[in-house]
């Protein structure tokens, strides 16, 4: 039987989803289909694994998570013994610091990267597992498949030594510009491209009644707080206040650029005639979301370019004749393409990293370079497609899927594709055929070749929490700028003083965190 994975830190994990890991019979989990020809496979091996609810659903109602029917398909294809730990999602970060100083550590611990505040000084402290030897003598899939980039990444090596294998991001750009297209229809607009042409549709959206309820209650562009969402003009200009730019040999935040100041007179422009949502400054997510879905008054927004479907279908339950679209972000002055999100690292939410006292950690490697065989397909229809039988049948030798349709369904369906994948293919992001199939497959395809044309480079991507904007973080974007952009855009403060602003947020030592900046840039990044 079993053994239980004892559970950590119960001062943090009181109430989590953790349920204690009942006892689960090592048959079920024999690999008698699936995993090779050998009569006599081999004992699974025993790995404790220590990851993220997500808060989903799918997992924190769960009873029992090790005894899930997902999971004991997952070892059954593996060949594997796993005992999850569940770490609850709101306390993600200080559960792992307290978990490297209780010293009692599972063999596979989820990250988000080795260089975040938690994790960077037990790598300093060498508690652990520099991982390359492993990898060059246990993991050939994970040499050929995982790219250089990936390896390279400030989240999974230092110094030369890899600490983590990372889970992979197959959409680089994942945030795109969504409009009301029954709005556009109806008033026999285009889809705009530039941000004149983009003003011009919003003053429409706010002036023309396009929702028909004889009201002027329409917001043509909605955000939250922080600018979250909220970055298609500053985009259009080439300055999302929370990137960085390498210019005149240094590395500087856009935020402090001179770009930045036609970025806030559009912003103000939008803002005094009503065309940006005034509540935005302090817009919560339930806000947001009930004025695009709940009332449907919201002309454009921006989010994931995965689910256009899912929000097609949310904002008519708002609006019975809404149809949504994804567009191409404002083009500002330069002409080239218009973002509201940074071109991602190839490295997605998390790194997995082995503890030093790690006893199996040949086998650990070998579980995580099992996620890319490319040779097994029971493998590959498990993690697209889920259970035989339960989620898809196969007909004539060809797959007929289930997708989901409620949202116990959906959560279902992310706990094999998403949740159970630590690391290897997301080919429910990148399978045309399984995308296409979907309902609104084609919005979908539609969203993520408009996400590939867009995105903003970022020169700071990946740089580590320097001691200066430890010391002070009113220096990041969201401190003294945000104060400073939300009063210019409001009305209280003048543009004119952005020079003033630039001044002052160099003397407080924004001279000294571009010099860090700097340095780590030069000292990591090929010119």
Known sequence: MKKTFSVLLSTVLVGSALAGCASKDEGGTSPSNGS???????????????????????????????????????????????????????????????????????????T????????????????????????????????????????????????????????????????????????????????????????????????KDPNGNGKNDEIPFTARSKFSFGNAFFGAYDVIPSLWKYQNDQLVPNFIRPEMVDALKTYRKLYEEKLLDNEFLVMAGKDWDAKIKGSAVAGMWAHAATYPDKWQSDVQAGDPNAKVAVISSPVGPSGKPGAVDEIGSSVSDYVWTLPKNTKNAAEVIKFLDWYYNPDNKDKDNF?????????????????????????????????????????????YL?????????????????ALKVAQAEGAKNDGLGMPSLPTLQARPELKYDGLWLEFASKVITGKESVDKFNDFVADWKKRGGDQLIKEATDWYKSTQKK
């Open 36 to 110: 090779g020809g050998s009569s006599t496979p081999a004992a699974p091996a025993k790995i404790k694994v220590a990851l993220g609810t997500g808060n989903l659903a799918y997992v924190t109602g769960s009873r029992d998570i090790n005894s899930d029917k997902y999971v004991t398909k997952l070892e059954q294809l593996s060949n594997t013994d796993l005992e999850l730990q569940l770490i609850p999602h709101e306390n993600y970060s200080q559960t792992i610091t307290l978990m490297f100083a209780s010293g009692e550590m599972p063999d596979l611990l989820q």
């Open 383 to 427: 993690l697209l497609y889920g259970l035989e039988g339960t989620d898809y049948t196969v007909e004539n030798g060809k797959i007929k899927y289930n997708y989901p349709k409620t949202a116990e369904e959906t959560g279902a369906e992310f706990m094999h594709q998403g949740w159970l994948a630590f690391t290897g293919p997301k080919k």
């Open 112 to 207: 988000k990267g080795i260089n975040t505040p938690e994790v960077a000084p037990a790598v300093d402290s060498g508690n652990l597992m520099p991982l390359n030897e492993l990898i060059d003598k246990y993991g050939p899939n994970l040499k050929k498949y995982v790219p250089q980039e990936s390896w390279d990444s400030a989240r999974v090596s230092k110094d030369g030594k890899i600490y983590g294998i990372p889970q992979e991001n197959p959409i680089r750009n994942g945030t795109v510009t969504y409009i009301r297209q029954d709005w556009l229809d109806k008033l026999g607009l285009k889809a705009p491209k530039t941000v004149d042409e983009y003003i011009t549709v919003l003053k429409a959206f706010k002036e």
């Open 430 to 446: 990148t399978d045309e055929e399984y995308i296409k199939n979907k309902p609104g497959g084609d919005k979908i395809l539609a």
